[in-house]
């Protein structure tokens, strides 16, 4: 069956959701010999960097399932899965929901007191975890017991397991959290419908370039893991799903395996903005995608300029030279990027530019009563989309906090231009108002640091109040052979573009990388460095 066809039957399916697409694919008979998930590491009894045939997988996850199910696993269980490889997650997650249960991905990263706390809050019935990550776990009751390591979990056979779970559009199939960067790390609820909203709109549109093999650069316990892994398969593309996210891990791997599309946060793009890019070995990708945060003009500029693309013209299509960068502005919570903008080599709309809507969102710009602002006025973000969370997990005051006159509020700071583009500039709680009107936007700052700072690679801005006054602090990591020694304080604040923001600028420093203290997504802790700041001004003579 054609490709095309199964993509047209998939978007057109009412009971196709993000917690059976693999078991429909098998039941439409699709070929099971037709490659699907590579993983960087060995799993069960599969080598590395060799892809798994849909056969393959299925049987698998079915293997898995039997296992599970051995252990009492049913409908509507929540099972955490912590501090695994990228191959055990995805595994874990497919056999989950097969039963009908309820995955819950939890970031290996995250620390084991602050991983159990939240574990503890899920109710979870068990823990799948290796076991150095149950150590880490244990010592803090993470308040479940230990099903066992994902991929010890075997003794059965694919015949063993019951028929795949019938999922109501409703039903949770994943919980995963939010990165903590302001507090503790939320448990967002994603259904069989929220997670499968905008895959829907992918598959009813022509299919993207470089879709046909995706390097996915993401954690694998975010929920857009969930979304590029069931995209895939519904393209009918292979995936490359990746166990760690640095630069450089992401440069080896596109030397290695030649993908059209590489899926990453923020974070990634500023550290492959430190690494060698070779135009040789980046030849492949086609396209970037970003998602989360959105990039940084400067960062942006550096991986358009390597890879290559096809552009249709009145005499056919042309393959030029240059990538292209798919940027927007998403969260855990909104399940899926919100925005879209597509940036090449000549690209001159930036400044945080998140682009429009996609046509399944609808977003608005609100002032604190929740009235909306004009072009042009900052405000809080506002989204209506099906692919929002229905909330956080067992804590409905969260819930509800996030939500006035029908929008869910992701806490972002926006403004709209006259023709429709929205641009970001800050996480509410980052910013700070001066007091005349005036804000400091950190994230806006950095972005302007980079664009016109050519000798720094990456930036930091926090603005702390101390009493009547504020202090900005701008921590800069340089491009090789920069001199550090020198005072860049006053290029920084022309950066920044305004005076009254540059007048609050105390600190301008190049820092080490272990300086920056960074959550289990690779975003930057600003709490925590607002409260190191906030400490070290009320101590200053």
Not at 156 to 176: G, K
Request: hydrophobic share 40%; proline share 6%; aromatic share 4%.
């Amino acid at each position: 069956m054609r490709a095309r066809s199964i993509r047209g039957r998939l978007a057109a399916d009412p009971a196709l959701g993000a917690g059976n697409v693999l078991s429909t694919l098998v039941s439409l008979g699709v070929d099971p010999d037709e490659p699907t998930l590579t993983f960087d590491t060995d799993v069960d009894g599969h080598p590395a960097w060799k892809p798994l045939t849909l056969g393959e997988l299925d049987r698998a996850v079915a293997t898995r399932s039997a296992g599970l199910h051995a252990l009492g696993v049913r409908p509507r269980d929540p099972v955490a899965v912590y501090g695994v490889t990228a191959a055990d997650q995805m595994l874990s997650f497919l056999a989950l929901v097969r039963l009908g249960a309820i995955p819950a991905l939890v970031n290996g990263n995250l620390r084991g007191a602050v991983a159990a706390r939240y574990i503890s809050g899920l109710k979870a019935v068990g823990v799948l975890a290796d076991a150095a990550s149950w150590s880490r776990l244990a010592e803090h009751d993470p308040g479940a017991p230990l099903l066992g390591a994902p991929d010890r979990i075997d003794g059965h056979r694919p015949s063993d397991a019951p028929a795949p779970y019938r999922h109501h559009p409703d039903d949770p199939i994943a919980i995963t959290h939010s990165s903590g960067t302001t507090g503790e790390p939320k448990a967002v609820t994603s259904t069989h419908a929220t997670l499968f909203a905008a895959i829907r709109h992918r598959l009813s549109v022509p299919r993207a370039q470089g879709a046909d093999r995706i390097l996915c650069a993401l954690p694998a316990a975010h929920n857009a893991t969930l979304t590029a892994l069931n995209l895939a398969l519904g393209n009918r593309g292979e995936i490359l799903l990746l166990s760690a996210q640095d630069g450089g891990t992401v440069v080896d791997a596109v030397r290695r395996w030649r993908p059209g599309m590489v899926l990453g946060f923020a974070v990634t793009w500023s550290q492959l903005a430190h690494a060698e890019l070779d135009a040789d070995d980046l030849e492949s990708v086609r396209v970037w995608w970003n998602t989360g945060d959105c990039a940084h003009e400067a960062h942006i500029r550096r991986l358009v300029a390597v890879g290559s693309h096809d552009v249709a013209t009145g005499k056919g299509i042309e393959h030029r030279a240059g990538s292209m960068f798919v940027d927007g502005l998403g969260s855990t919570e909104l399940g899926h990027s919100q925005f879209h903008i597509t940036h090449r080599a000549d690209s001159d709309r930036f400044d945080r530019c998140i682009g429009r809507p996609h046509l399944f969102a609808q977003a608005e710009v609100l002032d604190p009563s929740g009235e909306p602002l004009p072009a042009g006025r900052v405000g809080q973000l506002a989204v209506r989309s099906p692919t929002v969370t229905p909330g956080y997990w067992n804590d409905s005051a969260a819930t509800y906090r996030t939500r006035q006159g029908g929008w869910f509020l992701p806490g972002e700071l926006v403004y709209r231009t006259e023709d429709g583009y929205y641009h970001h500039v800050d996480r509410a709680a980052d910013a700070i108002d001066l007091g005349d009107g005036t804000h400091v936007y950190t994230a806006l700052s950095e972005d302007r640091v980079l664009a016109a700072c050519p000798e720094v690679l990456d930036c930091t801005v926090v603005a702390v109040r101390h009493g009547t006054g504020v202090s900005t602090h701008v921590l800069l990591r340089l491009a090789p052979g920069a001199d550090p020694a020198v005072d860049r304080t006053e290029e920084v604040r022309a950066a920044l573009r305004d005076e009254r923001v540059a007048a609050t600028v105390r600190r301008v420093a190049v820092v080490p990388e272990e300086e920056i203290p960074l959550g289990a997504t690779g975003k930057v802790l600003k709490a925590v460095l607002r409260a190191r700041y906030s400490s070290a001004e009320a101590t200053a003579p």
